[in-house]
């Protein structure tokens, strides 16, 4: 079945650039999301791009899609504290409902000083 | 853009009550809405579809009499946790999408102890 995976863990230092990994198996993705989790609270939808782009850049946020390789990332440019959170990948296929949006396990990122 | 409201933000109860938990769309109507499970640590799981007006559909394992579901309206959805038992205790999170194919978004979920 269709699988959605990321790194457990990264560790960044403030100011500097993070970059989430995410490798997907489903090639008949449609869209690609990107949703922060942030502890206690649900998930704040930060970005997404459709399956016919390559990059998507929005403020310091920046997402590269890979389609051949099925590997998108999200680099966050001077991350910053209030950057901590839970960040997870996400699919859904045009040829399923929207119920069936497959979540990675998530990518803790924390920022050290 | 699109919100979803969900209420209680927390909630402990003891063993063999139940508990009700609403999912509104705030500014958009939602004929369909999403109840996902999170327990910690780990990724959502989806549990069930909720549709306005018609039965909910839930995903493999997930017990009907257990969790039910009402959508009553184009913008609220409600997950009753039945005769809570300690192994209920999780994070239950709703979603919607103001459109098809669109993203989903999401409450911010409910905390649910069960002692």
């Known amino acids: 079945g269709e699988d959605v995976e990321q790194s457990l863990f990264l560790s960044v230092r403030e100011g500097d650039s993070s970059v989430i990994n995410c490798t997907y198996t489903d090639s008949s993705s449609t869209y690609l999301y990107w949703y922060k989790q942030e502890p206690g609270a649900g998930l704040q939808l930060l970005t997404y791009?459709?399956?016919?782009?390559d990059m998507k850049q929005d403020q310091r946020l920046t997402v590269l899609l890979n389609k051949k390789d099925k590997h998108l990332s999200l680099r966050i440019a001077d991350t910053q504290t209030g950057d901590s959170a839970i960040y997870f990948c996400a699919e859904s296929s045009r040829y399923s409902s929207a119920s069936k949006i497959i979540f990675g396990s998530g990518t803790r990122l924390s920022i050290r000083p | 853009g699109a919100v979803v409201s969900q209420h209680p933000s927390w909630v402990i109860c003891k063993s063999g009550t139940s508990v009700k938990i609403e999912c509104r769309s705030l500014d958009f109507q939602a004929t369909t809405m999403f109840w996902y499970r999170q327990f910690p640590k780990q990724s959502l799981m989806l549990m069930a579809t909720s549709n306005e007006g018609s039965k909910a559909t839930y995903e493999q394992g997930v017990e009907k009499d257990k969790f039910l579901i009402n959508h009553a309206s184009l913008t609220l959805s409600t997950l009753t946790v039945t005769s809570a038992h300690p192994e209920d205790s999780s994070f239950y999170i709703c979603?919607?999408?103001?459109?098809?194919?669109?993203?989903?978004?999401f409450g911010n979920g409910t905390r649910l102890t069960v002692t």
């Open positions: 979603s919607a999408n103001d459109r098809d194919n669109s993203p989903l978004h």
């Open positions: 791009i459709f399956s016919n782009m």
